[in-house]
């Protein structure tokens, strides 16, 4: 399960993907969608979130930002 990590309440527009960014901010960025191109990103909201190794952060549905621990499988690689 997600735990909610910031509150902020983004209002989602149509046709727009919302993304957590390097910084830890919430950005948004025109979707391509047809013979359209989608368009440059601008930041919605700041909030600086510090990331944590093995966590998926993610815009949840009520606009704010959650985090979920990853599910891996696989072999694990070997050192060199």
């Excluded at 209002?11 to 960014?21: A, P, V």
């Excluded at 901010?25 to 989608?38: H, I, L």
């Excluded at 190794?53 to 050192?79: E, P, Q």
């Amino acid at each position: 399960m997600a735990e909610k990590i910031t509150k902020l309440g983004v209002k989602r527009e149509k046709g727009f993907l919302y993304y957590i960014d390097k910084q830890g901010d919430v950005s948004c960025a025109k979707m391509a969608r047809g013979g359209k191109k989608g368009g440059g990103s601008k930041k919605v909201a700041k909030c600086g979130i510090k990331r944590k190794v093995g966590y998926l952060y993610f815009l949840d549905k009520c606009g704010d930002v959650s985090a979920a621990k990853m599910k891996r499988g696989g072999k694990k690689k070997k050192k060199r």
